[in-house]
């Protein structure tokens, strides 16, 4: 690591102390430093371009993504500083590198990331953290009346792993989007917000309670009438399992379990929904 060292680099990417030793050793073993540079260069294709050229993958192992992330850390740092985006909003975009080792840690018990797929967007620098939300900024082939049109800018919003989803937080993400989004990428102007996600399946409105943070969420939304089969999506964001054959095993706690777990259980196919609303 020259620009920076392994300490400063894991205290940025917000990695646990569980996970530090195995990214120690990552860094160490000159294994896979081929494919590991053939993988850098694939995102720094794809840097700044906001996915106009989209990242491929030489392989699909997750630790040599993760080296590759390890790599590019100082471009990240340095793009966002030559923009002058806040401190806080690259720490905590970068902090999802930590909180995705953790989660895969939590449901494999051991060192892994399989999550790389989704930190290719922290890593070609499309995605901030605003508060409690995450915007990225691309194209879309969407299309609304009045609203969107196919090649328009959008933000499209995540919601990490972050505790309670309160509307308090959510106004304060979006007013920072608000802000955030005409500074520093005006040349991009959006006027929307998009999501694609289970949460905005219509099946979950109904059983969740009306007063719930996540049905709050998903009633800003309006549907735009298009989803795709979300396979094990629902499932893996409520009990963080892919394995169809546990539905039995699962805790059946919350509204928002059951519900996930209902549906299954009608042999139903969970929705990844699409939505918007104007920012
Ligand atoms: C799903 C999520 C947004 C819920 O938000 P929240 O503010 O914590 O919870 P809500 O007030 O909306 O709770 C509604 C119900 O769901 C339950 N619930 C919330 N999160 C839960 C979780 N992770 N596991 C199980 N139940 C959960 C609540 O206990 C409540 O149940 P009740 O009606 O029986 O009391 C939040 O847990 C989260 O951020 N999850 C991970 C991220 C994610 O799924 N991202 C989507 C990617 S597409």
Excluded at 158 to 164: A, V
């Amino acid at each position: 690591m020259t620009a920076m060292n392994t300490t400063e680099l894991f205290d940025l990417l917000a990695i646990a102390e569980a996970d530090r030793e195995d990214c120690l050793a990552l860094l160490a073993d000159p294994a896979h430093d081929i494919v590991v540079a053939e993988v850098a260069a694939s995102l720094t294709r794809s840097f700044g371009t906001f996915n106009e050229i989209t990242v491929t993958e030489p392989t699909q192992d997750p630790l040599v993504w993760l080296k590759a992330y390890f790599r590019l850390t100082p471009a990240v740092l340095e793009w966002h500083r030559e923009r002058g985006i806040p401190e806080q909003v690259t720490r905590d975009t970068l902090a999802d590198v930590g909180r995705h080792l953790a989660i895969s840690r939590r449901v494999t018990g051991e060192f892994s990331l399989q999550t790389w797929r989704w930190l290719t967007h922290h890593f070609t620098v499309r995605i901030f953290a605003l508060g409690r939300l995450q915007f990225a900024l691309q194209r879309t082939d969407l299309e609304a009346a009045g609203a969107i049109t196919p090649g328009d800018w959008v933000l499209a919003v995540h919601i990490p792993e972050q505790g309670p989803l309160l509307p308090s937080l959510v106004d304060e993400s979006l007013a920072a989007a608000r802000s955030f989004f005409p500074r520093f990428f005006g040349d991009r102007p959006v006027t929307v917000v998009t999501c694609d996600s289970w949460m905005l399946d219509p099946f979950l409105l109904d059983r969740v309670s009306a007063t719930s943070n996540v049905g709050a969420f998903v009633r800003r939304f309006t549907p735009l009438g298009h989803s795709t089969d979300g396979h094990t999506d629902a499932l893996y964001f409520v009990f963080r399992t892919r394995d169809l054959d546990r539905l039995s095993e699962l805790p059946r706690d919350t509204s928002l379990q059951r519900a996930v777990l209902d549906r299954l259980e009608l042999g139903e196919t969970w929705q990844v929904a699409w939505g918007y609303f104007r920012l």
